[in-house]
């Protein structure tokens, strides 16, 4: 039975920050459709997910305030990869002023379901994964924010990974095969041929929850991985923290996309903060709701990269950091 998780924000009237940009007493309805982010973490207070308090301040900010002129339908699909095409045509059912979404493959099933209703989707590359014409004018119906800055960074992480674990020369990728079956696949065999590096173990099928982490982990582990890289794919965002007490457990040091993995007990991670595209979502929401096409409204791209370590999971692994890794470290965790 397919299951869909959805909360309705209150609907009432309220005065308007920005009375200029908004029409007065208008309520604007927002759609949150995400493949894999639990529903009752979407909101202005979560711990779980803290980049959606950034993005519900930065709404606030620009005058819209959920439960007075902002109603906000939340839905996810929980991980279940054979539901996101249904979950997909039902949010665009639903007929919202705006979609916002993550995920390259959820968007492209949403731009599948509505040539008209606008999106914001965060996501990896959406030009090479057809979603835009280009970052500068997307074109149709979507505009975004691309939290990827390219084939480049992934070898950065491998190197980064390497120089902290010496000797280093099989490792496991965390992610789908739709992953590896895109761009990221030649991408990162070719960074990993650089360094000197194998990859070994499965990849993650199915629906993407609990059971299938704990099945690929423990056979990378058994592959004779040394460490893990985990993709930056939602699905492991959303679990991040399993994953990261799932690679300790196996005493696997593992390298992150973004730095929320470190704070949740993720080894180390270089990437942007996601709370930063949140934002920027936000703040792309509001010039479609006073008007603006999305398809004019250019993706916006990570510019801030940071690089983080946990020494209390170092010191859980048995890890010492080298001296060199920790002094290029912009946040060190040490307890």
Excluded at 20 to 28: D, T
Excluded at 38 to 58: C, G, H, I, Q, T
Excluded at 171 to 197: C, K, N, V
């Amino acid at each position: 039975m397919r299951r869909r998780a959805f909360i309705g924000g209150l609907v009432c009237t309220a005065a308007l920050s920005r009375a200029e940009a908004q029409q007065a007493g208008k309520v604007y309805r927002i759609a949150i459709a995400h493949p894999s982010y639990p529903v009752s973490e979407m909101n202005e207070a979560s711990d779980r997910l803290p980049w959606f308090p950034a993005f519900f301040a930065e709404l606030r900010r620009l005058g819209y305030i959920e439960g007075q002129n902002l109603r906000v339908e939340r839905y996810s699909a929980e991980g279940r990869t054979a539901q996101y095409a249904d979950l997909a045509r039902e949010v665009v059912g639903r007929r919202p002023d705006v979609i916002l979404s993550g995920k390259n493959e959820m968007i492209l099933l949403l731009k599948a379901a509505t040539l008209t209703m606008p999106i914001v989707g965060i996501s990896a590359d959406p030009v090479a994964a057809g979603i835009a014409t280009s970052l500068a004018r997307p074109g149709g119906n979507i505009t975004g924010v691309s939290v990827d800055a390219g084939r480049e960074v992934w070898g950065k992480r491998l190197e980064l990974l390497k120089e902290a674990i010496p000797g280093l020369s099989r490792i496991g990728f965390l992610a789908d095969h739709e992953t590896w079956d895109s761009w990221y696949g030649p991408a990162l065999r070719e960074a990993a041929q650089r360094h000197g590096l194998n990859f070994v173990g499965p990849q993650l099928h199915g629906s993407l929850q609990e059971p299938e982490y704990r099945r690929v982990i423990l056979a990378i582990a058994d592959a004779g991985a040394q460490a893990l890289l985990a993709s930056d794919q939602s699905e492991n965002i959303a679990n991040r923290g399993l994953i990261s007490e799932l690679a300790t457990a196996a005493r696997l040091p593992a390298m992150y996309a973004y730095p929320e993995f470190v704070s949740s007990g993720g080894l180390m991670a270089y990437g942007i903060k996601l709370s930063e595209a949140y934002r920027g979502a936000a703040g792309q929401i509001d010039q479609i709701l006073r008007g603006t096409k999305p398809g004019e409204i250019p993706y916006q791209q990570a510019t801030k990269f940071l690089f983080a370590i946990n020494l209390k999971t170092a010191k859980t692994l048995g890890l010492e950091i080298p001296p060199n890794v920790l002094a290029r470290a912009d946040e060190v965790i040490e307890q």
